[in-house]
């Protein structure tokens, strides 16, 4: 059964920082790995889909890599900016059931101080 | 860009009635699905649905839950008579192909307070 980590759980830094964001997987027979943003109460804003033969995607300040063989992916947000404050989830959609479900992490919830 | 539509955004019901909750996935889309969130839990999933019936559901799925695709737009997930711990945050999703590598589309979810 996969299960999938996100470290940490809560991250609070100062504007203008990097920051790396962490997700493990224990079943690397994966079709892609897609990072999501939910801000408190919302939905999930898909962020960046990166498929299981690419080792990274970009989307403006946000990059994401992804290493299947050793069941990780890292989401790197350039520069932060208060309005990146939310929670950050991470999820993996699987090859080992027919209908290919998502399996979700607990998320890191991400604070960026003016 | 295509979005999926979740009606009613905040749904409140007494323990032991019944609630229907409504998705318009993407338009071009054939594999659908419902996941939910508990509040400070993980996202889970329910069900995912194609060809007009389930093709896997979780643990959580129980005989109390439902879900159709009644026409050729919206899709349900219908609980039979809610209980207090299925007060939850519900999403749902789509996706052109499922064995594949597309990505999936979520709507803003609906909010269920079962009281």
């Known amino acids: 059964k996969q299960e999938v980590t996100q470290i940490p759980a809560a991250l609070s830094v100062p504007e203008g920082e990097n920051l790396v964001l962490n997700c493990s997987f224990t079943d690397s027979a994966i079709y892609n790995l897609q990072w999501f943003r939910q801000d408190p109460g919302k939905g999930l804003t898909s962020l960046l889909l990166?498929?299981?033969?690419?080792r990274e995607q970009t989307s403006g300040r946000l990059n994401a890599s992804l290493d299947k063989s050793s069941g990780r992916s890292t989401l790197y947000i350039a520069a932060s900016q208060p309005g990146d404050s939310a929670t950050y989830l991470c999820a993996v959609k699987g090859r080992e059931t027919s209908g290919s479900r998502l399996t979700f992490g607990e998320g890191t919830q991400l604070t960026v101080n003016p | 860009e295509p979005e999926v539509t979740q009606t009613p955004s905040h749904q409140v019901t007494q323990m032991g009635q019944e609630v229907i909750l409504r998705c318009v996935p993407i338009?071009?889309?054939?594999?659908f699905y419902w996941y939910r969130q508990i509040l400070g839990q993980k996202v889970e999933f329910l069900v995912s649905f194609y060809n007009n019936e389930i093709s896997e559901k979780s643990e959580i799925f129980d005989d109390q839950f439902s879900v159709e695709r009644p026409d050729g737009s919206n899709f349900t997930l219908k609980i039979r008579s809610t209980k207090l711990e299925d007060s939850a945050m519900y999403f749902c999703?789509?996706?052109?192909?499922?064995?594949?590598?597309?990505?999936?589309?979520f709507g803003s979810g609906t909010r269920l307070t079962v009281v």
């Open positions: 338009s071009n889309h054939l594999y």
């Open positions: 990166i498929q299981s033969s690419q």
């Open positions: 999703a789509s996706t052109l192909r499922t064995r594949s590598a597309d990505g999936y589309t």
